[in-house]
């Protein structure tokens, strides 16, 4: 899928650090993404109501909420979803507990960019291999 394809591929990107959501919007923006942000769960749950999101990008340590508490939340309400979180603090024991809720892949801050979007693609071709097969 070149960039072009991506077009039709909505991300959700979820963190309350400013600079994060906008360095992230930038990148995935320049790959041909349609790129949604929230600076907190709420928000982003709202999105997620009105916007047939592909995926959703999200801190780990928000503030009104944990990030594995809102992934948990989007498969409970909305779906399933593909995740993907990153914080700089996460342990072995929270990994463990992303893959409990189903969140499919976990960076560490900060991030390599290729590495995210390899990622992104990777768990996109899974979702359309699912969804097809």
């Not at 070149?2 to 992230?24: T, W």
């Amino acid at each position: 899928m070149g960039k072009r394809g991506h077009s039709q591929v909505k991300i959700l990107v979820v963190d309350d650090e400013k600079n994060y959501r906008i360095i992230l919007s930038r990148l995935l923006t320049s790959e041909g993404y349609q790129v949604f942000l929230a600076d907190d769960p709420k928000l982003a749950l709202e999105i997620l109501q009105d916007e047939d999101i592909s995926l959703v990008i999200s801190d780990l340590r928000l503030e009104r909420m944990d990030g594995i508490s809102f992934c948990r939340q989007i498969h409970n309400e909305i779906g399933d979803i593909p995740c993907i979180v990153f914080s700089a603090y996460a342990s072995a024991q929270c990994q463990g507990a992303l893959q409990e809720v189903g969140i499919i892949g976990y960076l560490s801050k900060p991030f390599d960019n290729q590495n995210l979007l390899n990622l992104i693609s990777k768990t996109l071709e899974l979702e359309t291999t699912e969804i097809e097969g």
